[in-house]
């Protein structure tokens, strides 16, 4: 729980059956996860028996894929808050609490896996994923004039399911890029989001994606083709724009409306000076 808001972190699992209890327990272990959804993607013997009594709730997803499991346990997540994660071992369960912190100014909270600070020793983030993450993210971030962007492809990220819910319908990507898709639809939708260092660290076991160069340097490729995709205009669909009003918290969002309305009705008999705003805008583009 995060300020009287349920948190969900997603897992999905398909050969992280020697790391999957640590994560989930590490992130139970914060007091701050109310629900743990485990996604069983066809995930290696053994895997069930290992989330087995930790609290955490598994199902199933058969079609193979990362962003198949994921939007198998978006549809299946009824919390406020949902973080989306690996139980590989890479990421620290406390740093759920960074992402949470700055879900209070923001729907969208990515993580970065490029600051060398943050980066462990062993882990898998060599010169040319760090500096090819960098560089598609540099590349989305000059293309859409965005805030920050440093890391394309880190999988640590938290959404306010109300934001979630208003890209999912454009979710359609199965495979390893659904990734890049989903911080492009947020970028599309003009929801505002942060990008926060979030410690990186080595793999329990086999990494089946970037642990391999040819998949990897094809990743990035897909990305690329992706990122220009929407910038060319090719994946155009009627979207909802987010508004500002929705990126104010729900005391600034009455607060907003009572002062829209007053705004009005001083317009509509004729009161030349308006009330002036109580609530400063807080985004600005
Ligand atoms: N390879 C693979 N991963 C899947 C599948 N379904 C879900 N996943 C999840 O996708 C995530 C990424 O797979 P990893 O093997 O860790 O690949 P990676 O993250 O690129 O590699 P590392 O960065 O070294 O961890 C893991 O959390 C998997 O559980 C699937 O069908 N194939
Ligand atoms: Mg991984």
């Not at 002062?259 to 030349?272: E, F, I, P, Q």
Request: charged share 20%; with cysteine; aromatic share 10%.
């Amino acid at each position: 729980m995060w300020r009287g808001k349920t948190v969900s972190v997603i897992f999905p699992t398909y050969n992280e059956k020697d790391s999957i209890r640590a994560a989930t327990l590490g992130y139970f272990a914060t007091g701050l996860a109310d629900e743990i959804i485990v996604v069983n993607n066809n995930a290696a013997p053994g895997t069930s028996e290992e989330v087995a009594g930790t609290g955490a709730r598994e199902i199933h997803e058969t079609r193979q894929g990362y962003g198949n499991a994921l939007l198998c346990g978006i549809d299946n997540c009824k919390s406020d808050l949902i973080v989306l994660s690996e139980p590989d071992g890479t990421f620290n369960p406390s740093d759920l609490i960074k992402l949470l912190a700055y879900s209070d100014d923001v729907p969208v909270v990515f993580g970065t896996r490029t600051s060398r600070e943050f980066i462990w020793a062993g882990a898998n983030m060599g010169r040319f994923l760090r500096w090819g993450n960098w560089a598609v993210a540099k590349m989305t971030e000059l293309l859409f004039n965005t805030t920050i962007l440093t890391d394309m492809g880190c999988t640590l990220r938290l959404f306010d399911a109300h934001a979630l819910r208003r890209i999912r319908p454009h979710l359609t990507i199965g495979g390893s890029h659904f990734g890049p898709q989903l911080l492009m639809e947020v970028v599309a939708h003009g929801i505002p989001f942060v990008e926060i260092p979030v410690s990186y660290r080595s793999r329990v076991g086999e990494s089946s994606v970037t642990g391999s160069f040819s998949k990897a340097f094809w990743l990035g490729i897909q990305m690329i083709i992706l990122v220009w995709q929407y910038r060319l205009g090719m994946v155009s669909r009627n979207r909802t724009l987010w508004t500002a009003a929705e990126s104010r918290s729900p005391a600034e969002r009455q607060a907003f409306t009572m002062d829209a309305s007053l705004a009005n009705l001083s317009r509509a008999v004729g009161v030349k000076e308006t009330v002036p705003s109580q609530v400063p805008e807080k985004i600005e583009r």
